[in-house]
């Protein structure tokens, strides 16, 4: 203990319990208490540290090779590595005794690339990395350690990834932070709170260890896919860059430089024997897979060059072998993701909508009918398995028209005695959100005019009782959506303006966005012109 390399405070306690080991009878169960400990304390890399790689262009050239897109992230990096070289260039390494460590939430859809950023972070910067899987962890004692008087005791995750790491600066990848739990031992996102705190982290106590930890110095990266999961105080305490999915043109640029090279060494193949056009790779990632992330696009790219592998083994193909967007369908079948939207709002009464889901933007199809004066009741039916916040949406776009009607020119006395359904297929599927109001207003409006909605319009927005416009989250994942899906106009609330920063001007380029404020803007630009004396009750 005493030619180790320990902080001061740490070798008192230390030699302390060397004191009480002397003391102590060789059978007592303390010795091997006291022994694990000292054992423990000893492993750790108290005074080691990295150095962090200075060479900031050298650094933003290796995120661009692992990554394609993710800028906000990229740029987050490269600013703190700038400022960390500035502070160490003027001797301003501990200030406080805290150094400048960084907490990021990097929180977006499955497949974009959240925990392979980690691994490529640490290496732009030189510093060792390490993983916590936090998914399905419900005990307390996992964060920060038991108490030494448990049989079996054992210091917390964070004291592991530490002493894996080798030094007190590494890299920590928190993965799935989201899917934390909390049951009779414990909320374990409460004792994060300490550990992601860049306030208090520098004096982190582990219950097992029982001496002060500095992490003032760690990078902690947390992973989420629904950043609502997360606990607001915990949230408070990170950085939060949100990864929003990556556009059809980001996804060619990965297959061709990231996944199709890795696939192929996977098959035993070379990219001289077997090559994939971009024309094929842009149809698998528009027609084929439809998703935030590129792990669907991977799994086909992987299926497609089992195949050939399995028709060279057969004696039914020669190498070299071009495969191109025709050939696609003998490899993989027909295309599963072909644009619906002129197929289903063909007839009134059923509208485009936009949703953000854990696995990113969707498009959504509100449908709405009355019911016959002679056979169906009266009220309103509400069906797709929603939450009580969307059924609340129904009942004000309802209302809205109710009370609207004659100004909007739409005979809403057939509302007195005629039942309203209206329902959001894919009723297996809970839905929630406040952002589908004017969806199904827009849905009600055009039943009642007889008008279709126009199949090339999308919307979102929530809606209130005086039939403004409300501003929505996840603009990007929705707009992104919007543009997978083949809809070339899209309807936001108007006080989401700001939020079109953030969506690539590639995507921007072919919509055509509309700010509203008013229900009478988005029936306007939603409704296909009136034909001659057409409404429902016509």
Known sequence: MESADLPEKVRA????????????????????????????????????????????????????????????????????????????????????????????????????????????????????????????????????????????????????????????????????????????????????????????????????????????????????????????????????????????????????????????????????????????????????????????????????????????????????????ADDLRGYLGQPKHTPESAERTAVPGVSTGLAVTGAGGDVLFVEASLADRETGAAGVTLTGQLGDVMKESAQIALSYLRSHGPALGLPVGELADRGVHVHVPAGAVPKDGPSAGVTMTTALASLLSGRPVRSDVAMTGEVSLTGRVLPIGGVKQKLLAAHRAGITTVLLPRRNEPDLDDVPESVLGELTVHLVADVRDVLSLALEPAAAGTHLAA
């Open 13 to 324: 306690a230390a030699l302390s319990e060397v004191d009480k080991l002397e003391r102590t009878a060789e059978q007592s169960p303390e010795v091997g208490w006291i022994r694990t400990w000292l054992d423990t304390v000893l492993e750790m890399p108290w005074q080691t540290r990295t150095d962090d790689a200075y060479d900031i262009a050298g650094a933003r050239a290796v995120l661009d090779a692992d990554h394609a897109g993710l800028d906000d992230v990229k740029d987050r990096i490269i600013e703190y590595l700038a400022v960390r070289k500035r502070r160490d260039e003027r001797g301003l390494g501990v200030v406080g005794g805290r150094r400048s460590g960084a907490v990021l939430a990097l929180a977006g859809p499955p497949g974009v690339g959240k925990t392979s950023l980690g691994e490529s972070v640490a290496r732009a910067m030189g510093r060792k990395f390490v993983r916590v899987a936090l998914g399905g962890v419900r005990d307390e004692a996992e964060i920060r350690g038991h108490r030494r008087t448990y049989v079996g005791a054992l210091p917390g995750r964070i004291v592991r990834a530490i002493k894996e790491a080798g030094s007190m600066n590494p890299v920590v990848l928190l993965d799935e932070i989201d899917k934390v739990g909390a049951d009779y031992r414990g909320d374990p996102t409460a004792a994060l709170l300490e550990v992601l705190d860049p306030a208090q982290n520098h004096t982190f106590r582990d219950h097992y260890l029982e001496v002060e930890l500095d992490l003032s110095d760690v990078v902690f990266l947390a992973t989420a896919n629904v950043i609502d999961a997360v606990p607001a105080p915990l949230l408070d305490r990170m950085e939060l860059v949100r990864l929003d999915g990556y556009t059809e043109d980001e996804k060619v640029t990965i297959a061709a430089g990231h996944l199709l090279p890795r696939q192929l060494e996977r098959a035993g193949l070379t990219a001289a024997e077997v090559e994939v056009d971009e024309a094929a790779l842009r149809l698998l990632a528009g027609e084929y897979t439809r998703e935030a992330g590129v792990r669907q696009l991977e799994r086909s790219i992987a299926r497609v060059l089992r195949k050939v592998t399995a028709k060279l083994a057969l004696g039914d193909a020669e190498l070299p072998l071009r495969i191109g």
